[in-house]
């Protein structure tokens, strides 16, 4: 869950996140970037952990500085494959084609979310903050 999440998720915009969200689990390629992920991190030494969701690393009971080693070996496996970004451009994808036909009631709620936040900004510049 993100920050948020709470005030989208029975909105068009929660649906589209969430759609978008299960989309993105389920294409290849995001397969293919936690197999190479996985690949490099057992590379490491490192054992996964699904008790931190599915991309986690067991940081195991040791040192604080072993445990920041382990942390730093996870961080560069997922810099080597563009893990962050790389989710991210697919999400985005499949965010694009979900809104694309929804794009009016979108175009609606951006304009009432901005109409509450110019009243919003009159009353603290009526009353103080």
Known sequence: MT??????????VGELSDQASRLTYQDPEYRQINSQ????????GLTPDPGYGEWGVSMG??????????????????QKFSVMQRLSDIEAQYQAA????????????????????????????????
């Open 98 to 129: 979900l809104m694309a036909p929804k794009e009016a009631q979108l175009a609606e709620l951006a304009k009432t979310k901005q109409g509450a936040l110019t009243r919003a900004r009159k009353v603290l510049a009526e009353h103080g903050a």
């Open 3 to 12: 920050p948020g999440w709470a005030a989208t998720a029975n909105t068009v």
């Open 37 to 44: 992920w996985l690949e490099c991190i057992k590379g490491e």
């Open 61 to 78: 009971n040791g040192s604080k500085e072993q445990q920041i080693r382990d942390a730093v070996k996870d961080v560069r496996c997922k």
